[in-house]
Nanobody
Framework: QVQVEESGGGLVQAGGSLRLSCTAS????????MGWFRQAPGKSSEAVSC????????FYADSVKGRFTISRDNVKRTLFLQMESLKPEDTAMYYC???????????????????WGQGTQVTVSS
């Protein structure tokens, strides 16, 4: 059962910006840290950015630090990923998901693939 739904992806030129959104059910959003993950064809999935419920603890992959910002609106139960200065290597399907309990710290985060949403495609052209 899909608990989240991603949106906001699209085709942009290198250097452009996109904002991804993820809506989640009450039971998911109100009880879990959340994160964004991505996977490009032929590549392993990777955690992009994750945040605790309060936003106090965040994780960013080294490749996106300084360019992406994760945030969440706990009233609207929406997770965001503001992506700036996009690069072709950012091209991937982006997913959001609740995190494995206790998995989030400054250096890593994890989510079970079964809890990912359907994803939203981000394509960055050069």
């Amino acid at each position: 059962q899909v608990q989240v739904e991603e949106s906001g992806g699209g085709l942009v030129q290198a250097g452009g910006s996109l904002r991804l959104s993820c809506t989640a059910s009450k039971s998911t959003f109100d009880n879990y840290s959340m994160g964004w993950f991505r996977q490009a064809p032929g590549k392993s999935s990777e955690a992009v950015s994750c945040t605790s419920r309060s936003g106090e603890t965040t994780f960013y992959a080294d490749s996106v630090k300084g360019r992406f910002t994760i945030s969440r609106d706990n009233v609207k139960r929406t997770l965001f990923l503001q992506m700036e200065s996009l690069k072709p290597e950012d091209t991937a399907m982006y997913y959001c998901a609740p995190l494995v309990i206790g998995s989030l710290n400054k250096y890593s985060c994890s989510a079970s693939r079964s809890y990912w949403g359907q994803g939203t495609q981000v394509t960055v052209s050069s």
